[in-house]
């Protein structure tokens, strides 16, 4: 069983960045693909970014592509999301996942752990 907190939310102004951070236990984390997702209120969960185990392949939202960069370290059990040139739209609450796999995937279904959210604002 793995669990996945995430931090590093917060407020900020249109056209700032932020870093989340999502931390795991009780797991290989290298055995895990990682991704990201966000939720706006009354709207659906959305993919944002997902990278492999190794960290060699990534793969982005169309909406976030040239601004969001995620990495990961192996050796911190973490993941990370950069996020640059934030939009008001982009206010949601953001999720780390972890999918039993060695590549990762945009759909929610295809993970099976996930923290608990971190909330991010953007305002305008």
């Known amino acids: 069983q793995v669990q996945l907190v995430e931090s590093g939310g917060g407020l900020v102004q249109a056209g700032g960045s932020l870093r989340l951070s999502c931390t795991a236990s009780?797991?290989?984390?290298?055995?895990?693909?990682m991704g990201w997702f966000r939720q706006a209120p009354g709207k659906e969960r959305e993919f944002v970014a997902t990278?492999?185990?190794?960290?060699?392949?990534?793969n982005y939202a169309d909406s976030v592509k040239g601004r969001f960069t995620i990495s990961r370290d192996n050796t911190k059990n973490a993941v990370y999301l950069k996020m640059n040139s934030l939009k008001p739209e982009e206010t949601a609450d953001y999720f780390c996942?972890?999918?039993?796999?060695?590549?990762?995937?945009?759909?929610?279904?295809?993970?099976?752990?996930w923290g608990q959210g971190t909330q991010v604002t953007v305002s305008s």
């Open positions: 996942a972890a999918r039993d796999a060695p590549w990762g995937a945009s759909r929610p279904r295809e993970y099976e752990y």
């Open positions: 009780g797991g290989t984390f290298d055995n895990y693909a």
């Open positions: 990278i492999s185990w190794s960290g060699r392949s990534t």
